[in-house]
């Protein structure tokens, strides 16, 4: 590749990085904004069952691939764990009042959890020193941050055990995406993954009554917008960018998103819902994204069948395929 080409490219790589930096720690904001005045299950189970059905319908136009019964099976059992157990979790997590900033450190965990199911439990990559530290690190900042903020009346505990629920679960369903029999087509497997995701939080939905609770117009134009964006800014553009970014930009560099997206949800947090940004919280944070760090440049926590290094360390705002095409794991934020 010519010199201005590769300068060109590279520009191209960062604009599109920087992007998917501020969208994707926009998302804890506008989960908020629809808990406002929208119930909280079933403003989740709008936005997947909508930005599904666009992906879903799209991408059989486009590819013309057919779906089996195995496929859906398995896209299932991702988006129950991942939309519905990670996702869900998320927008309860923050309904319950726990701070946007909080939650979106506590998701910077999913990391440190595969390293931890990957490399220990299953075995499938020596742990090292640096994956070592990362998870002795990570998972103290963690109790600094949650028993700090628990001890202080600054978020409540259970709510912030809500948001440790749906790490372990978004970790877990990642893993097992890694050898679902998903179609080839990321766009479409996403699509389906959200609409029985979707589905499911409806049915939790319904079952807790949240549908009594709804009243169309009583919701508040904020969460309108906040409904919109995540929509389109968090499931399409996000989307759209984080899978150019895998096949025009190094895994690594692309993963970094993961330490980067909770600084832009503290800040936000601080910024607009005036949540409380102390020392402890700083210093928490900074302790689990260091750590994440270092487990990111261990070499990630998943490995493919080529036996590329793969950061599966997407954060419960998004949605999981695999890419066979691309002979990666994508962790996708939706």
Same mark, same amino acid.
């Given at each position: 590749m010519p010199p201005d080409e590769r300068r060109s490219n590279a520009t191209l790589v960062w604009v599109v990085l920087g992007g998917l930096y501020f969208v994707w720690g926009t998302t804890y904001l506008g989960i908020e904004k629809v808990n406002e005045t929208a119930p909280t299950l079933i403003g989740a189970a709008v936005r997947f069952l909508f930005a599904g059905s666009v992906l879903f319908g799209w991408s059989t136009f486009r590819s013309g691939e057919r779906t089996n019964v195995t496929q859906w099976r398995a896209a299932g059992t991702v988006g129950v764990f991942l939309v519905l157990g990670g996702n869900a979790l998320v927008a309860v997590s923050e309904n319950m009042g726990t701070p946007t900033g909080v939650v979106s450190l506590i998701i910077a965990l999913i990391p440190?959890?595969?390293?931890?199911?990957?490399? *220990?439990?299953?075995? +499938?990559a020596p742990l090292g020193p640096r994956v070592v530290a990362g998870l002795l690190g990570g998972f103290a900042g963690a109790a600094l941050l949650i028993g700090? &903020?628990?001890?202080a009346g600054h978020a409540p505990l259970g709510g912030m055990l809500v948001a440790v629920a749906a790490t372990v679960l978004w970790a877990t369903? +990642?893993?097992?995406?890694r050898r679902a029999a998903l179609p080839g087509n990321a766009l479409l497997g996403s699509g389906m993954q959200q609409l029985v995701?979707?589905?499911?939080?409806?049915? *939790?939905?319904?079952a807790s009554g949240e549908l009594g609770q709804l009243h169309v117009g009583q919701i508040s134009r904020d969460s309108w917008l906040g409904l919109a964006w995540l929509v389109v800014a968090g499931s399409f553009v996000g989307f759209s960018s984080y899978l150019w970014l895998l096949r &025009?930009?190094?895994t690594s560099l692309v993963s970094t998103y993961a330490f980067v997206n909770p600084v832009v949800a503290v800040t936000l947090g601080w910024l607009v819902l005036n949540e409380a940004l102390t020392a402890r919280v700083l210093v928490a944070g900074l302790v689990?994204? *260091?750590?994440v760090a270092l487990i990111v440049s261990a070499g990630g926590t998943a490995r493919t069948d080529l036996g590329g290094d793969v950061e599966a360390v997407a954060p419960p705002s998004l949605v999981s395929d695999a890419d066979e095409q691309g002979g990666s794991q994508v962790q996708t934020e939706i």
């Open positions: 440190l959890w595969l390293a931890l199911f990957d490399r *220990v439990l299953l075995r +499938s700090g &903020n628990a001890l369903g +990642s893993l097992y995406a995701g979707g589905a499911a939080i409806l049915a *939790v939905a319904i &025009n930009a190094r689990i994204l *260091v750590s």
